[in-house]
């Protein structure tokens, strides 16, 4: 495990406190987890994601992270209907560690509503959440 | 270790801590219906030799083989256990070792659990079987479960001609869980009425069992269809595994879950157990999958090993959102069936297979033209239902004779009418005594 500080948390998206990460692109939410997260559950062996076409309510299960040593759910950040999941994680799903910012995002989302995506914390809110975790 | 129920003093003493007065203000929250009011009445001591004479009259008591001529089966069967199984299962290295929670350092119980799901796989034609379950019943409620992970429905179609204690298991597993079970009807040849699956909504898996608790063999194909055409899963059940040394296995007939029971692959009928409960599905449903998986890997030098996979399913890691939290490797049955299945051999199970087939035929046409008809004109196995009435039940009894199972408790309808089993071990002569009482 790395300290906070060896961590990276992009400045251009949102963050839950669940520790997904949600990126507005277009009309759309890209959702993944950060690099915390990736780093506190260790090497993901297996990402196994909802159906496209699937809606979820905020903070709904959308699937689940299996690592070698534990299984974590994923929890939706926004409200909305998904409308893409990355199919390359099915081939490999250590991408969610080793660009959990990009390569490794999980499930793109058609928001319900906006309001949800600016509730969310910014960086610097995140950051802060981690610390006083630590 | 001793066994020592407590003293009166550290029943007083622990009161004291607790501080009840008496064990009757302890047990207050109990309901009193429930609370034994007066003293047990136990019998006094006996001898050692007192004892065996006890057990010994105990024994006598039930009409078991050989005194008696046992044509039962319904789900536990009379077959011959080959000398070298029991000698292998009873050496100590085998009997008494439990499944190994440090699994990596036990590479010869876990090449045991690899070398029986290998062999599961191959009897029932699919891709990956678990390290095994308690029995066939719960074998069952898991499959119905694990099609209800998988599917996201609720509701599961059981056909009428599963075993009635299986259905009764699987009715208790989902009791507390809201789904919905739908009983499908048998038709006049003793298979289950595939149509009326059509238009059940919600629908997770249709499940059958062959052969079925009369004994038919199902169309497991057109059972598949049926679900498939539903978007539900096809799950197919079996009491009796030997029928798969002959007839086509469920793998090939397009099912996507197999569960059964294996107490016929060498073990003994015990009072009813303990039993194998088998489990295999297609690998990409592997993660829905309950119970402990053992797969083959190379270590760090490329040499061959095994090693529990898979295990972020179970109970240990992923808690109340495992699989199951109702399941357990039953290791040394497992062991067993491997044992007895390499023993036989696959040419041997499909001779030992067509000598049950065809000894059953022989006693269905003599039964039919001693006046007794067979109820179902589906195909069987080891296993069918005819006409008997009890009062012919009971005077057999009297000549040691147990000619099947009476089926008016598990179906009224079916009053008078008995299930027949003829395993391999029932001999001609046999079957000729039975034909013989019968007639006169």
Known sequence: MKELSELVFPNDRKYSQEHEWAKLEGDKVVVGISDFAQDRLGSVVFVEMPQVGAKFSKGDECGTLES?????????????????????????????????Y???????????NPAEFDGLLNRDQYVEMLQGME | MRYLPHTDDEIREMLEVVGNRDLDELFAGVPEGCRRKEALRLPGPLTEWELNEHMAALAREPAVSPDYQVYLGAGSYEHHIPESVSYLLGRSEFSTSYTPYQPEVSQGTLQAIYEYQSLMCRLLGMEV???????????????????????????????NAINPSYR????????????????????????????????????????????????????LQQGAQAAHSEGALFVTAFSEPLAYGLFKNPGGQDADIVCGEGQSFGMPRS????????????MAHVRNLPGRLVGLTKDLDGKRGFVLTLATREQHIRREKATSNICTNNSLCALNAAMYLASVGGTGLRELALLNRDKCEYLKRELTAAGFPVTFSGPTFNEFVCELPSAVHRRLLQ?????????????????????????????????????????S
Not at chain 2, 174 to 181: D, E, F, I, K, Q
Not at chain 2, 423 to 438: F, N, P, S, Y
């Open chain 2, 129 to 159: 079987a678990n390290a095994s379950l308690y029995d066939g019943a719960s074998a069952l409620a898991e499959a119905v479960l694990m099609a209800i992970r998988i599917t996201g429905k609720g509701t599961v179609a059981l056909s």
């Open chain 2, 399 to 439: 000549k040691k004779i147990v000619a099947g199972l009476p089926l008016g408790r598990y179906y009224p309808e079916l009053e008078g009418h008995s299930l027949i089993c003829v395993t391999e071990v029932r001999t001609r002569a046999q079957m000729d005594t039975l034909i013989k009482e019968l007639r």
């Open chain 2, 168 to 219: 009764q298991v699987v009715r208790t597993y989902l009791s507390p869980t809201g789904y919905a079970v739908k009983e499908l009807p048998y038709l006049q040849d003793g298979r289950t009425d595939m149509t009326s699956v059509q238009g059940v909504t919600d629908l997770a898996a249709v499940v059958l069992q062959s052969p079925n608790f009369f004994g038919c063999v199902e169309e």
């Open chain 2, 271 to 282: 009072f009813g157990g303990p039993g194998l409960g088998i489990l295999a599905g297609r």
């Open chain 1, 102 to 112: 990009s390569a490794g995002w999980i499930v793109e989302v058609k928001p319900e």
């Open chain 1, 68 to 100: 070698t040593k534990a299984v974590s759910e994923i929890f939706i950040p926004v409200s909305g209907e998904v409308v893409a999941v990355n199919t390359e994680l099915e081939q490999s799903p250590g991408l969610v560690n080793e660009d959990p």
